[in-house]
């Protein structure tokens, strides 16, 4: 590309950047300033409309002013941009509008094959990279190759419930887990989000076409046409089944039997896909042996609540499920290594920290229900004595509140609680 269409490019996106609404602070943000002073590329990941451009504008704008260099390869016009023979073209552009400067943002790195070389060298020459992408498969493989530890990397998620009530003005007093009517409204919050989910520009805009829309570019812009798939119509079945039956178990040859695939590799790669462009997760069965992770079945959960009750079918019983991949997300949000437990029961959440188990979670919404509530505890306490774990914590609608049975402590705390509270629970007992 020559220099003069680069110009152009860079001049209207820093035309366009200036306009661009700052948005509600990120939760990650105070976490990314950490990484400020540091020389290590900042390399933050996640799925497409999830906050990370806006996130570039705040570091921009609280930490660099007008010292940096920015450009999105998400422009059309960059769609023949060669990492090759166009990034010394784009620095020389960049001198020629705005003398030297020390710091690089780019947005949606990915789509550049090679990008990494670049950054690279100019990270050895003293530059500092703040970098977003949609892609983890692209951008782990091009990291481990030439940028091994010279790079940090953030994970962005659509909105926590926490930034869910920033956004939406919602005030919170000091003590609410003692006021009644600070508890309500927040409890009909909650069940706003669980519905709604967290991606900003659907929350600030309540219009299902932006989910819709959302759901289409990632189906076919970032993974059909990237991975050349051919099987198109048992790819998009394949995703809307996993998108209704989060919080389920599935298996890749249950996945090659439902849609007749030729092998179940391809049923792999399907879902691989879908995790790669983050639109699902699959939780690993809980075991020592890396053998039996792998082959076990795995828990499948999505992004976000609202995109999948946009875009799948809904059963009537999905509340439960909904509101454990809420916990989920929220686990991951926390960078938690999560798996699921399975004995003769089963635990929906097992925390890891080293190598030991730390935490195990059982999500039962409704403790009104005897039976179910029974049998939550039964596994729960079956995998405490397995781990050697004196509590075990249950996330629910309404209870706050601690049971002893036998020599182990159930812990209650309602769904609202443990996602406002940090700490809340075991780890704040």
Not at 34 to 58: C, E, F, M
Not at 100 to 119: A, L, M, S
Not at 198 to 224: A, C, N, Q, T, W
Not at 259 to 268: C, D, E, I, M, R
């Amino acid at each position: 590309m020559n220099i003069r269409m680069l110009k152009e490019i860079i001049v209207q996106q820093k035309a366009e950047l200036e306009k661009k609404e700052k948005g509600l602070e990120r939760e990650s943000l105070k976490e990314i300033e950490k990484y400020l002073k540091l020389p290590h590329a900042v390399v933050i990941i996640g799925v497409r409309r999830s906050g990370k451009s806006t996130l570039l504008t705040q570091i921009m704008a609280k930490h660099f002013k007008d010292d940096f260099y920015y450009l999105n390869f998400e422009d059309e016009r960059l769609i023949q941009f060669s990492a090759t023979d166009d990034f010394d073209n784009l620095y020389q552009a960049y001198l020629e509008l705005y003398g030297k400067h020390k710091t690089f943002f780019f947005d949606e790195i990915q789509n550049i094959e090679g990008w990494e070389r670049f950054v690279r060298r100019m990270s050895d020459s003293g530059f500092k990279f703040f970098i977003t992408g949609s892609n983890a498969r692209l951008l782990s493989r091009e990291l481990a190759t030439h940028l091994t530890g010279r790079h940090l990397t953030k994970d962005i998620y659509p909105f926590s419930f926490t930034e869910y009530l920033e956004f939406n003005k919602f005030g919170r007093a000091k003590n609410l887990e003692y006021l009644t009517e600070e508890r309500a409204k927040i409890k009909k919050a909650l069940f706003e989000y669980i519905h709604e989910g967290g991606f900003p520009e659907y929350i600030k805009y309540k219009e299902k076409e932006v989910l819709h829309r959302l759901y289409s570019d990632i189906i076919f812009r970032d993974i059909v046409v990237r991975y050349n798939i051919r099987e198109v119509k048992a790819f998009q079945e394949i995703a809307g089944y996993l998108m209704s039956n989060i919080s389920n178990t599935i298996s890749y040859n249950k996945l090659k039997n439902i849609y007749n695939l030729g092998s179940v590799n391809t049923a792999k790669n399907f879902a691989e896909y879908l995790e790669t462009s983050f639109l699902t997760f699959f939780v690993n069965q809980f075991s020592y042996s890396k053998g039996v992770q792998s082959s076990s079945p795995k828990k499948v959960y999505c992004i976000d609540t609202g995109l999948r009750n946009t875009v799948s079918f809904r059963f009537s019983e999905d509340l439960g499920r909904l509101v454990e991949n809420i916990v989920l997300l929220e686990l991951k949000r926390r960078g938690e290594e999560v798996y699921y437990w399975k004995g003769k029961g089963e635990v929906d959440f097992l925390v890891k920290e080293g190598l030991r188990v730390r935490e195990l979670i059982q999500v039962c919404w409704n403790l009104d229900d005897d039976e179910k509530k029974s049998m939550e505890l039964t596994a729960l306490i079956e995998a405490m004595n397995e781990f050697n774990l004196e509590k075990g914590l249950v996330i629910n609608e309404d209870s706050d509140d601690e049971e002893s049975v036998g020599e182990k402590k159930i812990i209650y705390v309602p769904l609202w609680k443990w996602l406002l509270v940090k700490g809340v629970g075991i780890s704040g007992t």
